[in-house]
Each structure stands twice: as C-alpha cells, then as structure tokens.
C-alpha cells in the first residue's frame, strides 16, 4: 500500500475526531452563555385591587429557575423607593398610602446564583391609585329644583376625579350619572316627588377606577309642586262673614302662600304663609261678591324655598235665600253677589239629600213649581239653596254650597 492511500485512509477518522471538538465547543458555548443571561423585564403591570390606604399590583411571571421580584413605587413617576420586600409571586400589596392618590410602580426579577445575583431591567412604571374617602354625612344637600329636575351639591372628596350619583328605590340603587364637579343637575323627575340619591367619588388612573364602597345618602330630594288644582270655596257662612278656602294638596309641599285680591285686581291684605302641608284656608271679613284668590306651594331647601307657579281661582259666599208661597209654588229670592254672572236654584223634600237643579239664571229671584217632574205638595216642607257663578273664560266657578233654607 502506498503513502497516498495510507493519507486516505487516515482523513475521515480525522475528519470525524475534528467535527466533534467543534460541536462539542459551540454547546459549551451556549450553555454558558444560557447560565450567564439575565431575567427578562416583568410585562403586564396592572392595578388589581386598591382601598383607601392600599394598592395591589399584579404582573405576567418570568421564567427562570428561582425568580424573585424587587419592587419600587414612586409619587411622581420619578424619585423611586423599594416596598421594602422582595417576593416570589407576581404581585404586590403596599399599605400606609394616602386615600385619593396616584401611584407608580415598577418591577425587575432576579435569580439568587453563586456568587452574585442576576438582575433583569425594571418593567415599564404602573400607575396604581387609592380610593378617595367618603363624602361626610349631611355634605349631599340639594341646592336646587324645579317641576322636572334637581340640583345635588356635596363637599369634595379630596383626590376624587369623579363622583357616581345613584338613585335610591327602595333598597335598589339606579346608576344616575358621572360629573368631575361637586355637583350634579338631575332631569326627567316628575313634579311634586320626593327622591333620595347616593354619591360615591372615584379616583381614575392608568385604566383602573377606584370608588369608594359606601356612598354619602341624602333625602328628602324634592322636584317643585305643578300648579295647584282645584281651588274652591269650601265653607261659607254669610252670618259670620268667613270662608273656607280649599285646594289639593301637593304629597311633597312644605307649605303654601295664599293671596286675596278684589275683583278690580287690589290685594287684600298680605300674602298668607302656611308652614305645613295643607289644603285649606279661611278668610275673614268676606263680603257678598266673588274674590280672585291665588295659591302656591313650596318646598324647602336649605338654600332657600322653591315656590311652584300661582294658581288663580274665584271664591265666594252663597247668597242668603228667603222663600215664600206663591199659589202652588214657592217665590224664592237671594243676595245679589257682586262679581256673580248667574245663579243656580236646587230643591229638595231632605236637608241633606235629594237635590235637583230648577233653574239658571241671572235675576236674583224665581218661582219654583216642581220638585224635579213632580209638582209641589200644598203644606209640604221644602229646603232651598242658591249657587252664585262666576264664568271666566271658558270656566265657571261657584259659591260655597254648604247651606240650605228652609220653605214651608
């Protein structure tokens, strides 16, 4: 065998000897730069939970054999001081904070190897936020109202970027809306009602919101009465000269003023207050005509009252009746009422019962003949009243109806 075939021979084996040092080296390699590598950065810093003197921070885990976190929180996103611990899981719950305050966060891991530590770089900072304190007690109060909408103000809650209005329905709560004022315009109410409301502050940062858990109460939220209805002369008594003025009352009122004037449009004295719910009134000093009255209700806030629009109407006493025999009927006459445009008749066999109307008219004087279809009965008693009207427009208003007179 010649030299050249002996180097043939010799060159795979030395081929194949050569091929395995070089793997053998870049492996070593690797691993040695895998053993040397630091931890990567912490991602996905969020705000988990908070109160008013704690935050918890959440993140996603690194990978390493024997990870541990070392955290440091700042107030201005640039002076940083560490939590003063170090952990294992990818969280963190720092205490002592301040209520309604923005905090930042920021993590790296390390692995504990002989003989340093490893470092990986700080995460991108988190912003994490403690929740305001309650509004105090009795700090909600209204401000405002009208027949349709209210006006809630409140005491700021410091740090709060928000404050939640609810609606209090019986021991459910109506989300309202959201103001970054200390106050709160609520529409859509319905006139004369009575509501109660809650309100929570909320600080926001970062996406995360922070709301207090008790909101501040407060009651007795009143819309403006609508106008009054149905003002009439209650009672009348010609003899003593008073009557009764009364009206529906509105649920939520804290009370009404009331005004007389003439006919001619002169006040009569001063306007009335009555500091109560009511719905009546009596005047004195009445005179045999008809009198514009006016009514309106309030409600009380402690900014001052609210009054709903005056409502006007038209009172009066019924005429005084005499009555007297006339062949087979009764000749019945009456008090003029100033003011009156006619007068309507009614008869009754009863005092209390059995009315029926005789007549409209504009005289102050009639004969009755019938008692409904029926003639009058020769020695029978009769009882008589008169209604003094008023038309003003398209409405007619009365005269109290309360007494009766008795014809034979």
């Given amino acids: 065998m010649n030299d050249q075939h002996k180097r043939n021979m010799n060159d795979k084996p030395y081929k194949r000897a050569g091929a395995t040092i070089v793997l053998g080296f870049l492996f070593a390699m690797f691993f040695s730069i895998s053993a040397l590598a630091a931890p990567g950065a912490p991602s996905g810093l969020k705000q988990q939970s908070s109160s008013e003197r704690s935050v918890k921070v959440v993140w996603n885990q690194v990978m390493g054999s024997s990870i541990r976190y070392q955290i440091e929180y700042s107030q201005d996103n640039r002076n940083w001081y560490s939590v003063g611990y170090t952990t294992s899981t990818p969280e963190i719950s720092k205490n002592g904070l301040t209520p309604g305050m923005t905090y930042y966060f920021r993590v790296r891991a390390y692995e504990n190897k002989y003989p340093n530590a490893e470092y990986g770089p700080w995460s991108a900072a988190t912003s994490a936020v403690t929740t305001p304190v309650q509004i105090p007690n009795q700090k909600v109060i209204q401000t405002n109202a009208g027949t349709s909408n209210i006006t809630l103000q409140w005491d700021k809650s410091p740090g709060a970027t928000g404050y939640n209005i609810y609606q209090v329905e019986s021991s459910q709560e109506v989300y309202v809306g959201k103001t970054a004022a200390n106050s709160y315009i609520i529409n859509n109410l319905k006139a004369g009602s009575t509501y109660k409301y809650r309100v929570y502050p909320e600080r926001s940062a970062g996406g995360?919101?922070?709301?207090?858990?008790?909101?501040?109460?407060?009651?007795?939220?009143?819309?403006?009465?609508?106008?009054?209805?149905?003002?009439?002369?209650?009672?009348?008594?010609?003899?003593?000269?008073?009557?009764?003025?009364?009206?529906?009352?509105?649920?939520?009122?804290?009370?009404y003023e009331i005004a007389l004037y003439s006919l001619k449009n002169k006040k009569i004295g001063s306007t009335k207050v009555l500091n109560y719910n009511t719905g009546s009134y009596q005047f004195s000093n009445i005179k045999k005509e008809f009198y514009k009255v006016k009514v309106r209700a309030y409600i009380q806030l402690k900014t001052g009252k609210k009054y709903s629009s005056w409502s006007t109407s038209y009172i009066a006493i019924q005429p005084k009746v005499e009555g007297e025999k006339s062949g087979t009927g009764i000749k019945a006459s009456w008090d003029r009422v100033n003011g009156a445009t006619s007068y309507t008749v009614y008869i009754s066999s009863k005092r209390s019962s059995g009315y029926k109307k005789v007549t409209t008219t504009k005289s102050t004087r009639t004969t009755i003949k019938k008692y409904g279809r029926s003639k009058l009965r020769k020695g029978r008693t009769y009882y008589v009243y008169v209604v003094a009207n008023k038309k003003v427009g398209k409405y007619t208003y009365r005269s109290s109806d309360n007494y009766t007179f008795q014809v034979r």
């Fill in 208 to 255: 995360y919101t922070a709301v207090t858990s008790y909101g501040t109460m407060v009651y007795d939220v009143k819309t403006i009465p609508a106008s009054i209805k149905n003002i009439n002369t209650d009672y009348g008594y010609t003899s003593i000269r008073k009557a009764y003025v009364q009206w529906e009352k509105a649920e939520n009122a804290d009370g």
